[in-house]
């Protein structure tokens, strides 16, 4: 079946330090690889995507590669700051599942000053 | 684009009582999701409808709940009687179609806070 592993929480960073954050993914098909902010109070926001192996998404300073020999998609920050402080989703979905997306549980981030 | 709107943004009730959460969708999107999210079973989909039509009911936790979605801009997640264990944020999202075999990307509304005493 289709499942999303995400690291687990809460992870707490100094303002300027390296974020790394681990999914992998267990997937039937070919699926794109996602991964959404969710800032307090607020609905899931595409961070950046990725829909086939060996793609890098990229947007605010974060990345991500889908690495499909290792059923990877890390999530991956050299420098985080303040307004960074979230909740940060990995998720799949593949096409033989209609638009269905899997979900991971979520990992907490918090960057103090 | 106004983006996914959902309302109400909080709602408190009793429990027994009915409640109704709305969605309209981002126009175009022919894909809309209904996704239930608490501290302790996270981020869980409960129905989704492509081209208005129910595709998957699977994670509808109980009769109670029903969704409904009459029109291409309009969805509707009802439960009837609502209960404690109920209290959630009720999120909508919605999608357009993949493109060359590529998913289209899900958009999420602000939620609907939902408190059954």
């Known amino acids: 079946g289709n499942s999303v592993t995400q690291m687990e929480g809460p992870v707490t960073l100094s303002e300027e330090a390296f974020l790394t954050i681990n999914c992998t993914y267990t997937?039937?098909?070919?699926?794109?690889l996602f991964w959404y902010v969710q800032y307090p109070g607020e609905g899931l926001q595409l961070l950046l995507k990725a829909t086939k192996a060996d793609d890098k998404g990229s947007n605010k300073g974060f990345e991500a590669t889908y690495r499909k020999e290792t059923t990877s998609f890390h999530l991956e920050k050299g420098s985080v700051q303040v307004s960074d402080s979230a909740v940060y989703f990995c998720a799949l979905g593949t096409s033989n599942t209609g638009n269905q997306f899997y979900f991971g549980t979520g990992t907490s981030l918090t960057v103090i000053p | 684009d106004a983006g996914v709107i959902q309302s109400p943004r909080h709602e408190v009730t009793e429990m027994g009582q009915e409640v109704t959460l709305r969605c309209k969708p981002i126009s175009g999107h022919d894909y809309l999701f209904w996704y239930r999210q608490t501290m302790m079973r996270g981020l869980e989909l409960l129905i989704y409808f492509n081209n208005n039509v129910p595709i998957d009911d699977s994670g509808m936790p109980e009769d109670r709940f029903s969704a409904k979605m009459p029109n291409a801009s309009f969805s509707t997640l009802k439960i009837q009687p609502s209960e404690p264990r109920d209290s959630a944020v009720y999120f909508c999202?919605?999608?357009?179609?993949?493109?060359?075999?590529?998913?289209?990307?899900?958009?999420f509304g602000p939620g609907t806070r939902l408190t059954v005493l």
């Open positions: 999202a919605s999608s357009p179609p993949g493109r060359g075999g590529s998913l289209g990307t899900q958009y």
């Open positions: 997937a039937t098909g070919y699926p794109s």
